[in-house]
């Protein structure tokens, strides 16, 4: 038996797996890693490896190995790791002996990085899953967020492959603006043509307030402060769909969403673009552009 | 909106709309109606059972059946097909009447420290307490719709009461096995939320219990009777 003690945990780090696709039914939704090719990336490093991984935030994580040796693989984001102070290239894959010392901290980019060995964490499966959802506080370890001391046993159990290559992500885009691809939402048509166009006119920018949950815009334009109240029935609401909060405020819902909600969607967040805007840190400048549902599907 | 004049032929009110690029949503109406949540709830259980192997999960919302599907396996044009076909053999003319029949029933504590809208409540109804109590706990109610946040129900409808608005404030932290109340219906919360709804007052039940299975004892179409524990003493 192997295990990991965390010494240092960036805030919202939490234990994922592909996701609790059943949760709905009691009111939870799928929770899952917030950039899935990433987490993936982390599987196709390791050939096989556990169903479940640690998902740290932009401040990285820390920990020591103790136990039986175990293959180790880390990616997401452009991070900077050191094994026993020896640095790393990124994304990596090594070999952790008893007593090694990990150390991931913040690098250039990105919000989510994943480390998974070829032993699974051992955490119960709520629901017919391991992943943390920190809305509901449920999954993962106790539900909770992971924290400094937390000793994390590697046990035997099962291993997934991936058959897709994770290699090409790109990390850094051509463009000045980020450009994240959206199809309308529940309640375009009711918000109007003109609350449509908008969103196209200038760019946003991700704000300070970003987690599981959502991703919070500023606009400096403000464009929809005097949006009307239209007085929704409460409705389903699926990963990236852009909400206006009642103050004009955009928030990107992202994997630990709330599964109905009563504020008025404008539009939905692709597929494919899901897992860039969750990498998206704070002050990143982003414009909206329009696909159709077609061409959305092709990028799946 | 034209489209929700009681006059539109029900099949004219159906819309099918993608939400994202992973799911349909079939939307029966778009004001809180018995017998639209009652279409969603049962057009939801036909999706369940008849097209299961198109679909990643249906769930029902107040108004709406949440179809999910992998697009690498079913086409958008061949799930909405499918959904149109089973629409077109599902009678939209007739009152669908209440799907549960065993009520189950929920004592409320009405008021108090676990109740501290009641009285705002009921004053703004032009109700006495007693009254309220009374108009409260008269029908049986439908569950109209689990969601929001983990085992949380929305019963309904308060036919009298459908415009009693949210509070400008929010309440936070509102505690498990709250009894909420807005828009001519009632919630019952089963984690700490944060909420716009009346808090009136409290119950036992723990709608989101992980150690049971299922966690939920209340599911959309189940059938609530409520009674107030002063009741008891009487």
């Known amino acids: ?300 | 909106m034209s489209e929700s004049e009681p006059h539109t032929p029900p099949r004219a009110r159906i819309k099918l709309q993608p939400l994202g690029d992973k799911a349909i949503l079939v939307v029966f109406d778009t004001q809180l109606r018995l017998n639209a949540n009652r279409q969603a709830i049962q057009f939801t259980q036909l999706v369940q059972e008849k097209l299961a192997p198109y679909i990643v999960g249906a769930n029902s919302n107040l108004l709406s059946c949440l179809v999910r599907y992998n697009p690498k396996r079913t086409s958008f044009s061949v799930l909405r097909q499918e959904l149109q076909m089973l629409l077109a053999s599902f009678d939209l003319e007739k009152e669908r009447p209440q799907i549960g029949t065993d009520p189950k029933l929920i004592t409320v504590s009405y008021g108090g420290e676990n109740g501290p809208d009641f009285d705002a409540v009921h004053r703004d109804l032009k109700l006495t307490g007693q009254d309220f109590i009374a108009q409260h706990t008269a029908n049986v109610l439908d569950v109209l719709a689990l969601g929001f946040s983990p085992g949380f129900v929305y019963l309904g409808l308060h036919e009298n009461w459908q415009h009693y608005p949210r509070r400008a404030q929010m309440r936070e932290n509102v505690p498990p096995g709250s009894v909420l109340f807005a828009a001519g219906q009632t919630a019952i919360t089963s984690v700490p939320i944060r909420t716009g709804w009346s808090v009136i007052g409290h119950c036992h039940l723990n709608n989101f219990d992980l150690q049971r299975d299922p966690p939920v004892q209340l599911c959309p179409g189940d059938v609530v009777q409520f009674q107030s524990a002063e009741a008891d003493n009487v």
């Open chain 1, 1 to 300: 038996m192997s295990k990991i003690v965390l010494q240092r945990v960036s805030p919202h780090s939490t234990v994922q797996d592909a996701g609790r696709d059943d949760g709905l039914k009691y009111g939870v939704s799928a929770s899952g890693p917030m950039d899935r090719p990433a987490f993936y990336q982390t599987v196709q490093l390791l050939g096989e490896g556990a169903p479940t991984a640690l998902e740290f935030t932009m401040l990285g994580l820390a920990f020591s190995f103790h136990g039986e040796p175990a293959m180790m693989a880390a990616a997401g984001g452009e991070f900077m790791c050191t094994i026993n102070g020896i640095q790393q290239s990124w994304p990596l894959k090594a070999q952790l002996e008893d007593g090694d010392q990990v150390d991931i901290k913040t690098g250039p980019s990105g919000m989510y990085g994943y480390v998974r060995f070829d032993r699974d964490i051992d955490a119960p499966t709520i629901l017919g899953s391991k992943a943390t959802n920190l809305a509901a506080q449920i999954g993962g370890l106790d539900g909770k967020p992971l924290s400094i001391g937390d000793v994390i046993p590697l046990v035997d159990g099962d291993k997934i492959t991936t058959d897709i290559n994770y290699g090409e992500v790109p990390l850094i885009e051509p463009d000045a603006d980020i450009v994240l691809r959206v199809l309308p939402g529940l309640h375009a048509d009711l918000l109007g043509k003109g609350s449509w166009q908008s969103l196209f006119q200038s760019p946003f920018e991700i704000s300070a307030s970003t987690d599981r949950m959502g991703v919070r815009l500023n606009d400096p334009d403000n464009r929809f402060s005097d949006i009307e109240k239209l007085g929704l029935v409460s409705d389903a609401v699926v990963p990236g769909d852009i909400q206006i909060l009642g103050e004009g405020t955009p928030v990107i819902l992202m994997r630990d969403h709330q599964p109905t909600g009563g504020y008025p969607r404008i539009a939905t967040l692709i597929d494919k673009d899901l897992d860039r805007a969750a990498q998206l840190r704070p002050n990143t400048r982003i414009r909206f552009q329009s696909i159709s549902l077609e061409k959305a599907q092709q990028l799946l």
